[in-house]
């Protein structure tokens, strides 16, 4: 199964805007690229996912390397609500339990 | 907007017994999921459900577990006689399409139970 790599934290200060990387080396040419986030005594919430060509919807975009090796989440307005642990994840036409969360990025937002 | 329903929020079980986690899932929704999560510790995959049977089950998912879509609506988990390792927080989920083929997993709030 394809891993993915992220750091345990991050921060950034409110309002600002936070690009969250996630590597990717051993990525198949048909794995999408998912972002789940989990607020503070929450269940996970989708945040978007892309294959190839750079995503944007209401609550982030996704950058997508050409190589597609690597990617980026990026908040455009980090908020005290967006502080979460978000995850990574890849996978394409795999069973549910390749929907596997790791340990994924700490966010901290500061006021 | 929709969202998946989960009941009880919290419960406090004796080791041995039994124990039913209730789980409503958004209406239009083919496709569902049971995760959990020990505290502190990482979203683990236990099961999912699908046109009403197992599609797949984790090592966690042993045969002290089972899942039931009872009434069209609701998707139970029941663990049939806790124990200590039980205790966590347990998520349903729900999908239209498969995550496999990128679905969007919706997530409940989560039951949390505590086995004494």
């Known amino acids: 199964d394809a891993k993915t790599t992220q750091p345990n934290s991050m921060e950034s200060n409110e309002e600002e805007p936070v690009h969250l990387p996630c590597n990717h080396s051993t990525i198949s040419g048909t794995d999408y690229i998912h972002w789940y986030r989990q607020l503070p005594s929450q269940g996970p919430e989708y945040v978007i996912h892309g294959l190839t060509s750079n995503v944007n919807n209401r609550m982030a975009s996704l950058a997508i390397a050409e190589d597609r090796k690597s990617s980026t989440l990026i908040l455009h307005r980090a908020t005290l609500r967006d502080a979460a642990v978000y995850y990574c994840?890849?996978?394409?036409?795999?069973?549910?339990?390749?929907?596997?969360f790791g340990t994924g990025t700490r966010l901290t937002v500061i006021p | 907007e929709p969202e998946v329903t989960q009941t009880p929020s919290h419960q406090v079980t004796q080791m041995g017994q039994e124990v039913i986690l209730r789980c409503v899932p958004i209406s239009n929704h083919l496709y569902f999921y049971w995760y959990r999560q020990i505290l502190g510790q990482k979203v683990e995959f236990l099961v999912s459900?699908?046109?009403?049977?197992?599609?797949?089950k984790s090592e966690i998912f042993d045969d002290q577990f089972s899942v039931e879509r009872p009434d069209g609506s609701n998707f139970t988990l029941k663990i049939r006689s806790t124990k200590l390792e039980d205790s966590a927080m347990y998520f349903c989920a729900s999908s239209v399409i498969s995550w496999g083929n990128t679905g969007e997993l919706f997530f409940g709030e989560g039951s949390r139970l505590t086995v004494l």
């Open positions: 459900f699908y046109n009403n049977e197992i599609s797949e």
């Open positions: 994840i890849l996978g394409y036409q795999t069973g549910a339990n390749n929907l596997f």
